[in-house]
């Protein structure tokens, strides 16, 4: 089987500083895939030049069979490849609803657009009563959801989130993770970025570890939770 998502020898620079060296990976579909790693360690620019926000230095990116290298980021997206970024950036003077419709930006089958909005206030009810509201009276949480509710918008094959737990309370944090869980269920394939180890870990179906623009370490989502390695760099064991 061919992998939904084919990264090769990926290496990505800010001017004369390397910040991705070279990583190879695969998302097969179906599957969660998470890259783990502390601060600067490469992940975000490694989702940012997926998404064709950042031209790669070198390497092959192959998504759906397709060649993602010079492919802008808004033709990403119509190639099925939404992401979510870290940060949220959700429109705080819009509302809940206008902020899915521009995740929808384009599609225009109306219906289809209708149905998606209705999905996401299955997902994460509080959007859904919350539905007039402008976004930026939402929780740090919420407005979270309501970032992966957009992204889900463009009916993606393939999301990726960067950080999704990040400064959200225990147990807004479990729901996201659920949620996560929940969009793998239904078919979504997800590429998930976290600093949150044990969180990312516990779901993904397989991990890598990013270490200074390197992949050091990749093995199954238990395997890696397991690995004394990790544990004691990542999960704060001794
Ligand atoms: P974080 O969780 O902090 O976002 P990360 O693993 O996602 O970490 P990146 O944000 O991808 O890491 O950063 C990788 C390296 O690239 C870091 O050394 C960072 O300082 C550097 N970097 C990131 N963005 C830029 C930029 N716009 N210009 C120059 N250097 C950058």
């Known amino acids: 089987m061919t992998a939904l998502l084919e ?23 179906g599957q969660i895939v998470t890259l783990i ?46 992401h979510s970024p870290e940060g ?7 509302t809940i609803t206008e902020n899915l419709q521009l995740g929808a930006y384009l599609r225009n089958d109306k219906a289809g657009i209708e149905k998606d909005i209705q999905r996401a206030y299955d997902l994460f009810p509080i959007l859904g009563e919350r539905r007039k509201q402008a976004a930026g009276t939402l929780s740090g949480g919420e407005q979270q959801m309501l970032a992966m509710g957009r992204a889900l918008m ?9 950080e999704p737990s990040m400064g959200l309370s225990p147990i807004m944090m ?26 990312a870990l516990s779901l993904a179906d397989q991990g ?10 990749s093995g199954t989502g238990a395997d890696l939770l397991h690995d004394e390695s990790v544990r004691k760099a990542y999960l704060g064991e001794d």
């Open 7 to 29: 990264v090769e020898d990926l290496r990505v620079a800010y001017g004369k500083i390397e910040a991705v060296k070279g990583i190879s990976f695969t998302v097969e579909a």
């Open 37 to 82: 790693g502390t601060n600067g360690a490469g992940k975000t620019t490694t989702l940012r030049t997926l998404s064709g926000l950042l031209k790669p230095a070198g390497g092959r990116v192959v998504f759906d069979g397709k060649p993602l290298t010079d492919v802008p980021a808004h033709k990403v997206v119509s190639l099925g490849l939404a």
């Open 88 to 94: 949220r950036h959700i429109f705080p003077r819009l």
């Open 154 to 162: 463009c009916q993606p094959k393939l999301l990726m989130l960067d």
């Open 174 to 199: 479990q729901k996201i993770m659920e949620t996560i869980v929940e969009l793998k269920a239904q078919g979504t394939t997800i590429l998930l970025v976290e600093q949150n180890a044990q969180a």
């Open 208 to 217: 890598h570890v990013m270490e200074v623009g390197k992949i050091v370490l």
